[in-house]
């Protein structure tokens, strides 16, 4: 019984190791060729953050989730967003007060007849979402409106490794 117990928490530390080890190879994604990321991400990950599309309001996986830890960029396994900084903002999507430093970069998006501010990946420059300036006032007032599809959430005792 000891033995087995011994096992099982031996190939449970392999198994999060692995993929940690992967999303730190993911880091060498950044100079990805259209087609490496057409293979690389699924086809909602794909229309994402590579063909800035947007998910369904209140469809995606980190809506309504609040548990603590680290969201990397689903493209690159950049750190892009802290769990302490996540906050309901009632719109469907989960929104921060702010990115992790310098983790993402601002463009400028007129399309669809709004004029918006589009939030990207600063290591492979996918498609995150976008940033409004209606977020909580007693933080940034910033509203960082992401797509779960672009993000992966690794929990803190994870993260911490
Ligand atoms: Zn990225």
Known sequence: MKTYTILLVLLCLSCKQNSYTQIKDNMKSANNTEQQWKEQLTPEEYYVLRQKGTERPFSGTYNDFYEEGIYVCAGCG?????????????????????AI??????????????????????????HLGHVFEDGPRDTTGNRY???????????????DK
């Open 78 to 98: 950049s750190q892009i967003f802290e769990s302490d900084h996540k906050f309901d903002g009632h719109c469907g999507w989960p929104s921060f007060d702010r």
């Open 145 to 159: 409106c992401m797509n779960s599809v672009s993000m992966k959430f690794i929990p803190k005792k994870d993260a």
């Open 101 to 126: 430093k310098e983790s993402v970069l601002y463009v400028k998006d007129v399309s669809h007849g709004m004029q918006r501010t589009e939030v990207i990946c600063a290591n492979c420059k996918g």
